[in-house]
């Protein structure tokens, strides 16, 4: 198949090969962009610019004795504030982590800072990963590149907007219930949430455990693929963490003749937006056309997803939460008379109001009498979704769904209704709940220009033939006009 998209890293780096630019310009246009523009879409809490040119000029004095360059070397890119950075502050956009700067590098940061990956800045989140529209951040939240009306989506906000906003090649963010696939969603990028145990937690700061995964926010599907194979090693620091099965760069083809694609119609029930149900229904038609086989089935188990989700989510975050205590590190309240109140008081000025409901939520649900109700249902639960999507890729070898019921909610709509707001959470965290992996690529605008994301989900370790089936979609003539639009910011290429 001709490629009619390529990706954004790999033309940035034959630039730099072929001495058309070198890698501080480069760098440069885009420390240069961020000032014009962060302003306005609030995608970075921090930049990192002398790091960055440091960086840069080593991947220059490389290129001028003839060396090639590593895979993501020379290409400037960001992290979600949640992942360590060795001498930077990390903040999981939290008062309560200010002036917190880790002694340590996140796994996946190691791995590409060893590439020479140039690391632009820090990226806005919901404070601790918890939200949809990254306003729960202490930093406020960050704006979407297409309509700056709009919320750039969450947890991983800061991050969508930096890619879409070309303020960055691309972004890690981090996913537990949808932070990676929705942002990127309302932003009009490509989002991989890998399979749980794919690319290492090591320097994660933890939300919920057995649901959290790093994964890549990028321009294309071949750029999400190329950072993919750059993290997902095994690493001892981390046992929940095996690797990919075998790299996925070199076997997107976009050949995709019968392969089987599943449909269930509880992912469309949920729709909210007439548009969104006809992008997603247009976009079945054109896998059809592409040769895929078409096949329907009912998952009615995912109706409890949600709620298994919210109620798990909360008790590991209670659990992980438990640390920040202002004994050993971050914010401590100024004035106690003893300990207990000390605690008491720094967590309760600490935490922003979503973060204290859910540890408020996550108490509630573990507490003796209440366990079994909830918890231990939640955990059964968990089990017959599991099950029910091993059933499901017997069937099929991959789920199209939606990734968000709605294209990207206007700003302050996540604060008026909580529950409302999870609710928009319903297609993203079933794969969280199975640890399988999940891409959101764009498949149309709605009426007012934004971005549509569907979502294809795989078996695990399956990678390769979601962004395979992303792939074909994206190379089509037609994916520009239907579903491409250029935003007027950030770096011009
Ligand atoms: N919106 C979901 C939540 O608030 C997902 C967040 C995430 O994936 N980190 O829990």
């Known amino acids: 198949m001709e490629q009619k998209r390529p990706g954004l890293i790999r033309s940035l780096q034959r630039r730099?090969?072929?001495?058309?630019?070198?890698?501080?310009?480069?760098?440069?246009?885009?420390?240069?962009?961020?000032?014009?523009?962060?302003?306005?879409?609030?995608?970075?809490?921090?930049?990192?610019?002398?790091?960055?040119?440091?960086?840069?000029?080593?991947?220059?004095?490389?290129?001028?004795?003839?060396?090639?360059?590593?895979?993501?070397?020379?290409?400037?890119?960001?992290?979600?504030?949640?992942?360590?950075?060795?001498?930077?502050?990390?903040?999981?956009?939290?008062?309560?982590?200010?002036?917190?700067?880790?002694?340590?590098?996140?796994?996946?940061?190691?791995?590409?800072?060893?590439?020479?990956?140039?690391?632009?800045?820090?990226?806005?989140?919901?404070?601790?990963?918890?939200?949809?529209?990254?306003?729960?951040?202490?930093?406020?939240?960050?704006?979407?590149?297409?309509?700056?009306?709009?919320?750039?989506?969450?947890?991983s906000g800061g991050g969508a907007s930096a890619v879409a906003g070309n303020l960055a090649a691309y972004a890690l963010g981090s996913d537990t219930g949808g932070s990676i696939r929705q942002p990127a969603s309302f932003c009009g990028v490509v989002g991989l949430k890998p399979t749980y145990g794919a690319v290492s937690r090591y320097g994660l700061i933890a939300y919920a455990s057995s649901l959290d995964q790093i994964g890549p926010i990028a321009a294309t599907v071949e750029d999400a693929a190329a950072v993919f194979d750059a993290i997902s090693l095994p690493d001892p620091m981390d046992s929940t963490c095996r690797g990919k099965q075998s790299a996925v760069s070199g076997i997107l083809t976009g050949e995709i003749e019968g392969l089987r694609i599943g449909v269930a119609k509880e992912y469309f029930d949920g729709i909210k937006q007439p548009e969104v149900a006809a992008a997603l229904e247009k976009a079945v038609r054109t896998y059809e056309k592409l040769g895929a086989k078409i096949v329907s089935f009912e998952l009615p188990i995912l109706k409890y997803a949600l709620p298994v989700y919210y109620i798990l989510a909360c008790a590991e975050a209670t659990s992980n939460l438990g640390r920040y205590d202002g004994i050993r590190y971050g914010y401590r309240t100024e004035n106690y008379k003893n300990i207990n109140e000390m605690i008491c008081k720094t967590r309760s000025e600490g935490f922003g109001a979503e973060v204290k409901r859910r540890i408020m939520l996550g108490n509630y649900v573990l507490s003796s009498g209440y366990y079994d109700a909830?918890?231990?249902?939640?955990?059964?639960?968990?089990?017959?979704?599991?099950?029910?999507?091993?059933?499901?890729?017997?069937?099929?070898?991959?789920?199209?769904?939606?990734?968000?019921?709605?294209?990207?909610?206007?700003?302050?709509?996540?604060?008026?209704?909580?529950?409302?707001?999870?609710?928009?959470?319903?297609?993203?965290?079933?794969?969280?709940?199975?640890?399988?992996?999940?891409?959101?690529?764009?498949?149309?605008?709605?009426?007012?220009?934004?971005?549509?994301?569907?979502?294809?989900?795989?078996?695990?370790?399956?990678e390769g033939i979601i962004l395979n089936a992303a792939y074909a979609f994206e190379q089509r003539d037609e994916y520009l006009s239907e579903c491409f639009s250029k935003v007027e910011m950030g770096v011009k290429f």
């Open 16 to 155: 730099l090969e072929q001495k058309e630019l070198s890698c501080r310009e480069l760098t440069e246009e885009y420390l240069k962009a961020i000032e014009r523009d962060n302003p306005a879409l609030n995608a970075y809490i921090l930049t990192t610019r002398l790091a960055a040119l440091e960086t840069a000029e080593r991947v220059d004095a490389r290129l001028a004795a003839g060396e090639k360059l590593l895979p993501l070397e020379g290409i400037p890119m960001t992290l979600k504030d949640n992942i360590s950075t060795d001498g930077i502050e990390t903040t999981c956009c939290s008062k309560i982590l200010k002036g917190y700067t880790p002694i340590y590098d996140a796994s996946v940061w190691g791995l590409l800072k060893k590439n020479n990956a140039v690391l632009l800045g820090k990226t806005n989140m919901d404070e601790f990963a918890m939200g949809s529209s990254s306003e729960n951040s202490c930093f406020g939240g960050s704006k979407n590149p297409h309509n700056t009306e709009r919320v750039a989506g969450g947890s």
């Open 374 to 462: 909830y918890y231990k249902k939640a955990q059964n639960l968990r089990g017959t979704i599991v099950k029910a999507f091993q059933s499901a890729f017997e069937q099929c070898d991959v789920i199209l769904a939606p990734t968000v019921p709605m294209t990207a909610f206007p700003v302050g709509f996540t604060g008026q209704d909580q529950v409302e707001t999870y609710l928009t959470d319903i297609c993203t965290v079933p794969v969280n709940i199975a640890g399988l992996p999940g891409v959101s690529v764009p498949c149309g605008r709605d009426g007012k220009g934004l971005p549509i994301g569907m979502q294809l989900i795989g078996n695990s370790f399956r």
